[in-house]
């Protein structure tokens, strides 16, 4: 299924570094053909009312001064209008405590949903949990660190591979970019390239080609080093675009655990990182 309907929810401080992100987020919209719907949310903090007089300065200052948020909506508007995408925006006060669950809510509506993350920031990766795992669709994770190295179009791309039914779901949900992809490389990181791993790796190779993606199997070592790291290194030193991979996670007297892998990819993603659950 083409990805025609996109979500991109607006949180935190505009700066520069986000607002280059929201940028290319679009971007990326606007190469796919789809429609970019933007959600901005800020924390609903009750605040004692303050007396003040029409010449006071700071309430002068405080007119003339934009919101957080609306600063990331004049942001959102100004790149829909630059790279000519179909856009919408809507803005809400909320507490701070359903941020995520209302922003999950909303993303059930599309058919990709791309997330600006800042490095290991807690505040975002709870967000990114909500979406991952209480919306049903995919994410597109948007390194703000990177962002104004990202090219819109994901030429390149790796397929992380290991074997599960996370990282199938995860190549099903990004069919339509590996479509549109130059390259795409499948790769499994494991110490020692077995059969069943090559067995695993050229059966993905072969479903892929029916679905007109013409892929190859390739294996990595981890030399003692994490998985997420593995992967990181290896998109920077062959010129990837975008990963794709599955998410895990497990519950556990209601405390969420991250997978390794995830836990590092998404606290600093080293490029474009299409990843489901």
């Known amino acids: ?6 979500f991109l929810p607006l949180v935190g401080q505009p700066r520069g570094p986000a607002l280059v992100a929201i940028e290319k987020c679009v971007s990326v919209a606007a190469d796919l053909g789809a429609r970019i719907t933007a959600l901005a949310l800020e ?19 405080a007119r003339l001064e ?9 942001a959102f508007t100004d790149a829909a209008c630059c790279a000519n995408a179909r856009a919408q925006s809507r803005s809400g ?7 995520g669950a209302i922003l999950a809510e909303h993303a059930r509506f599309s058919d990709l949903t791309l997330v600006p993350v800042k490095p290991h920031d807690s505040r975002r990766e709870t967000i990114v949990e ?15 660190h990177r962002a104004d190295e990202l090219r819109p179009e994901f030429e390149n791309v790796v397929i992380a591979w290991d074997h599960s039914a ?39 190779v072969d479903h892929l080609r029916e679905h007109g993606v013409f892929a190859s199997f390739e294996t990595t070592k981890g030399g003692g080093r994490s998985t997420g790291k593995v992967l990181g290194s290896w998109a920077n030193s062959h010129g990837i675009d975008a990963i794709v991979m599955g998410a895990y996670h497990h519950s556990r007297l209601n405390e969420i655990v991250w997978g390794g892998v995830t836990k590092t990819v998404i606290g600093q993603p080293p490029c474009w990182v299409m990843i489901s659950h």
């Open 1 to 6: 299924m083409p990805i025609k309907d996109v």
């Open 43 to 61: 924390e609903d903090v009750f605040e004692r009312p303050k007396v003040m007089l029409p010449d006071d300065r700071e309430f002068a200052q």
């Open 66 to 74: 934009a919101s957080d948020m609306q600063q990331l909506l004049n």
């Open 93 to 99: 006060k909320v507490p701070a405590d359903q941020i």
């Open 130 to 144: 909500a979406l991952l795992f209480e919306s049903g669709r995919p994410l597109l994770l948007c390194p703000e």
């Open 166 to 204: 996370r990282a199938a779901r995860a190549v099903g949900d990004a069919l339509p970019v590996l479509q549109a992809a130059s390259s795409v490389r499948v790769l499994t990181v494991a110490e020692d390239e077995t059969d069943a791993v090559v067995r695993s790796g050229t059966a993905l």
